[in-house]
């Protein structure tokens, strides 16, 4: 069983930064992609960020490249997502997930999930 934690959510001002952290427990995650994802009132969840934890490949959506980086400890077993410069469009419930393979934007190749963060930008 793996469990997955977020946390570092809130509320900033538009230009301003957070970070969200995803602690991770139950099993080795070597061989595994680790993912977040965000979903806004209204619309569907999409792909934000993805790191694969063997070879520390990251991939980014074109709405975050360059403002969002996502990171990983291997000794807490932990992902983060560093976002700066954010925009009232990124208020969204984050989520982490985990896949037992490579990073996708697909939702649907992921195994676990946390229970969400929200983050909310002000303008």
């Known amino acids: 069983q793996v469990q997955l934690a977020e946390s570092g959510g809130g509320l900033v001002q538009a230009g301003g930064s957070l970070r969200l952290t995803c602690a991770a427990s139950?099993?080795?995650?070597?061989?595994?992609?680790m993912g977040w994802f965000r979903q806004a009132p209204g619309k569907e969840r999409e792909f934000v960020a993805g790191?694969?934890?063997?070879?520390?490949?990251?991939y980014y959506a074109d709405s975050v490249k360059g403002r969002f980086t996502i990171s990983r400890d291997n000794g807490k077993i932990t992902v983060y997502l560093r976002m700066n410069s954010l925009k009232p469009e990124d208020t969204a419930v984050y989520y982490c997930?985990?896949?037992?393979?490579?990073?996708?934007?697909?939702?649907?190749?992921?195994?676990?999930w946390g229970q969400g963060t929200q983050v909310t930008v002000s303008s």
């Open positions: 790191i694969n934890w063997n070879d520390g490949n990251t």
């Open positions: 997930a985990a896949t037992t393979s490579g990073v996708g934007q697909h939702e649907k190749i992921y195994d676990f």
């Open positions: 139950g099993r080795t995650f070597r061989s595994y992609g």
